[in-house]
């Protein structure tokens, strides 16, 4: 398939990259239903390490087998496939080069008690990705958790060596820890200050939580305020994240959360598209949805990022 110049167009963002590390994103970018319109819908299915298995899977048993979710996102024609190694390996030679798929490197569980200095274990590794045919790796950061650093300088350590060998740099930024309040971790002033540091840390691609119109930081606070950045809708807080990450020039998408209604993920994701957000990545809302259902919703997602 020819990439399209809407991707060309975003190839030239990443200005440093080596041919492999942008035609890594190219397969993701010219895969599956949105091929080559420049936004993404991943399936991301880590959450048997974050959340334990029965609190992922039960819902929907199939889901158990790894298997179902190489196909889930092949069926509703996902751009990429996000998963731990365990995942990644139980199918990687039944669905070799039939999706792209993304290692995430890194991984929390729920039975650690983190307080505020939430942390991941590196549980994949570069040579990991390349071993499996991986596009990408994926880490996340925790900013805002007082072992914030450590995992700055893990992903920094870790992005030089992928990309030096052609890979893709998905970055799960992720407020938590440290003094941050519950709903500042979602508020709009540490929202753009987690996906602009990802930004700064080497991300091609950028995932964080939709924003809320919760200010966290006081200092922050008064200038948006003085500044009246709009933020009243959510078109308008997704725009500012977009616009925090270099002015635009980065990839950003935006997580699912816990498993809700159809109207309500549909909502969320027009207001995403409506302010320029390059996409989603959509794991509860999926997998934990009978396999027809969840179909028709990523279809349905598809639809309105294709309208966009
Ligand atoms: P969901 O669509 O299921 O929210 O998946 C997105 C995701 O980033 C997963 O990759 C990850 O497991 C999960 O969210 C983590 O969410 P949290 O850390 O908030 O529990």
Redesign the pocket.
Known sequence: MRVTQKVKKILSWYESDNPGSKANLARMLMHGKLAGSGKLVIL????G???GPARSFAKNPPAYDPHYHFQLAIDAGCNAY?APLGMIEAGADSYAGAIPTIL?VNS?NSLANMGTAPNQALTGSVADALRLGCSAI?F?IYPGSDDAFDMMEEIREMAEEAKAVGLAVVV?S?P?GGELTKPG?TALDICAYAAHMAALLGAHII?V?PPTDHLELDEAKKVYESEKIPMGTLAERIAHVKQATFGGRRLVIF?????KGTKDVLEEIKGIAAGGGDGS???????QRPKDEAVTLLGDIIDIYKKA
Request: net charge positive.
């Open positions: 991301p299915v880590d959450q390490f974050e959340h996000a995430k929390a994926g996340t799960w992720y938590r971790e995932k939580k997580s699912g959360g816990a498993a990545i959509v794991g509860r809302n999926a997998f």
